[in-house]
């Protein structure tokens, strides 16, 4: 009932205003409190915090295993309407979760108390492949349908693990720059290409630890590959991708995208 009232307030003071709402699950099934939510309704929320696609995004990197990876991601964009699905929160960290690059290369703090969690950091060795692993889930975060939520500091390497250990001040002068300049490219490509504002989504392939999907709009399309295997792969084009244009990451050229280890590429295709 609040919510109904909220959307109610809000809407009348500014028809453009977006209501969303933090739900870690489904938020189009979720039932609580002994009753099934309608967050979806019309009535109540336009979007909400995308915690399914920054599971997903960081299951598939931690660990290598990129099998359900996709179901994950097709089971919310099935569910979730197409007006709510474009304006989706995709995050990988929050301030109620370790820092992305903790929980992507840090040892498991399962069990642990916050003690432990207090005096831990990463070792340089953890911190160097973590920041490989972060670039790749951002990829992903920047691309699948929805809008890419930065959580401070992220963007500078910060590390750390659960709720207060993630919400260090924001480290001025000692920021990851090569870090902050990998987001700032990351946001221009995705600003320069028009199917990730309201485009479709197809897997093309998930398997041996390497992703790849399309995202394709009225204009443009474009073909999001991820190598998550520690070594180098060709990943070999659909007919279609040939000589396409790369946008981000190492150039490619002919049949092939030739892809080192932890390393992500994008190439675009215009629309006829």
């Known amino acids: 009932k609040f919510l109904d009232a909220l959307r109610i307030a809000v809407k009348s003071e500014n028809p453009e205003a977006l209501v969303l709402g933090e739900v870690w699950e489904d938020a189009s099934n979720k039932f609580a409190y002994g009753e099934r939510r309608r967050y979806f309704s019309g009535r109540q929320l336009d979007s909400v915090m995308n915690y399914p696609f920054a599971d997903a995004i960081i299951s598939f990197v931690r660990s290598g295993r990129v099998e359900g990876f996709s179901e994950k991601i097709m089971t919310v964009l099935e569910n979730y309407p197409k007006c709510c699905i474009d304006v989706l929160m995709n995050h990988i960290g929050t301030h109620d979760t370790m820092r ?32 490989k692993l972060l670039k790749l889930a951002s990829i992903i975060q920047y691309t ?16 750390g693990y659960k709720d207060p250990f993630n919400r260090f001040c924001y480290p001025w002068g000692r920021e990851n720059e090569r870090l902050i300049e990998f987001y700032r490219s990351l946001g221009e490509m995705r600003k320069s290409c028009d199917c990730f504002r309201e485009g479709g989504y197809r897997t093309v392939s998930a398997m041996l630890s390497c992703l790849a999907f399309e995202r394709y709009g009225k204009k443009d399309k474009v073909l999001v590959i991820i190598n998550r295997n520690e070594h180098e792969i060709d990943y070999y084009l659909p007919s ?13 050229q002919g049949d092939k995208a030739h892809l080192g280890a932890l390393e992500g590429i994008i190439l675009k295709m215009q629309n006829a």
């Open 100 to 131: 992305a690059i903790t929980a992507l290369s840090g040892e498991s703090c399962e069990y642990r108390d916050r003690h432990w969690q207090s005096g831990r950091k990463l070792s340089s060795s953890q911190y160097e492949k973590g920041e």
């Open 144 to 159: 699948l349908p929805g809008v890419p939520s930065l959580y401070y500091g992220d963007e500078a390497g910060m590390e």
């Open 240 to 252: 279609e991708w040939h000589n396409a244009k790369c946008i981000f990451g190492k150039e490619m």
